[in-house]
């Protein structure tokens, strides 16, 4: 089992859509957590953290259930600028050090 | 203010031999991981570097090396190239020190392609 597993898609929705995108992660030390966002033959770039109260930027919303070992994110509104893969991160060990491990990523394509 | 930055962005090499990879991380930044990402995949993690010492280190052979200088940057090193180290190769830095993880910069990778 991987430690860090999300549904590969890809979502196809169209716009203005609300889209959810769940992962889960295997190691119960796991400290902090993290969506990224990567275009095509780009580089991941961090989109939010994931705080356990729950955060939200704009019309994004990120959730974390660290009792299922499960965290959320929530894409209100889609823009076609949206389309993209989103990547779950998991940092283990120590809130500051440790490795982040990233889940192979969702694709969502956005549609006029 | 430059971000991460990698060279070369390209690379070709023939099965066997050895190639070298560069990093120089953000500024203010004193922590390098190093990631490889196939088509369809995840980046999955090789190695991090912290005050010049390989500190984590992900599942990959000793064929994988690296090092950290003073001035934070970084190289990775592979041996005995194979078909199947084709890949991206991402570097991320970020700021160890410091109670909260803000999370990676990445650069924009070094594409391999060995033949």
């Known amino acids: 089992r991987k430690e860090v597993e999300q549904d590969p898609g890809p979502f196809n929705v169209p716009e203005g859509a609300t889209v959810a995108f769940n992962c889960t992660y295997s190691?119960?030390?796991?400290?902090?957590f993290f969506w990224y966002r990567q275009d095509c033959r780009k580089e991941p770039k961090l989109l939010m953290s994931?705080?356990?109260s729950g955060n939200e930027d704009g019309r994004f919303t990120a959730q974390l259930n660290r009792a299922s070992q499960y965290i959320s994110l929530l894409i209100r509104d889609s823009k076609l600028s949206d389309s993209a893969t989103y990547l779950c991160v998991v940092n283990s060990g120590s809130t500051n050090a440790g490795k982040s491990t990233f889940g192979d990523g969702t694709t969502l394509t956005v549609k006029p | 203010d430059a971000g991460v930055t990698q060279s070369p962005t390209h690379l070709i090499k023939t099965r066997g031999q050895q190639v070298t990879l560069r990093c120089s991380p953000k500024?203010?930044?004193?922590?390098v991981s190093w990631y490889q990402q196939a088509l369809g995949q995840g980046p999955q993690f090789i190695f991090q570097y912290y005050e010049e010492e390989e500190r984590q280190r992900g599942n990959f052979p000793d064929r994988f090396s690296g090092h950290q200088f003073p001035n934070y940057s970084s190289e990775l090193n592979v041996n005995a190239l194979l078909l199947g180290d084709s890949a991206l190769y991402l570097c991320?830095?970020?700021?160890?020190?410091?109670?909260?993880?803000?999370?990676?910069?990445f650069g924009s990778g070094t594409r391999l392609t060995v033949v």
């Open positions: 190691n119960s030390a796991s400290q902090s």
């Open positions: 991320a830095s970020r700021k160890l020190t410091g109670a909260i993880n803000y999370g990676y910069t």
């Open positions: 500024s203010g930044h004193d922590t």
């Open positions: 994931v705080y356990s």
